[in-house]
């Protein structure tokens, strides 16, 4: 029961970790401007797909994967028994 519990916990953590990383270090919508003909959006601009790299999002990556070894543990435990 424990690793299913624990690797639940990782990979929700995980999903956290990630989303916090992905919106927390960036504003999400630029302030209007008077003389932009540009529609008013939440996305700034140049927003790319950098904060979906890995290189800042290894902690959540591998806190989900263990989560998921974890899970799979449990079940074929679990599926060992019956």
């Keep these: 029961m424990w690793p299913v519990l ?10 956290l970790v990630m989303t916090w990383e992905a919106l927390g270090r960036r504003r999400l919508s630029e302030p209007p401007h008077p003389f932009d003909d540009d529609p008013q959006t939440l996305e700034p601009r140049h927003q790319n797909l950098r904060f ?9 990556a591998v806190m989900m994967a263990l989560g998921a070894i974890l899970l799979l543990f449990g079940a074929i435990r679990y599926a060992l028994v019956l």
Excluded at 6 to 15: D, N, P
Excluded at 52 to 60: H, Q
């Design 6 to 15: 624990a690797g639940a916990f990782l990979f929700i953590c995980g999903v």
């Design 52 to 60: 979906l790299g890995l290189t800042r999002n290894w902690p959540a």
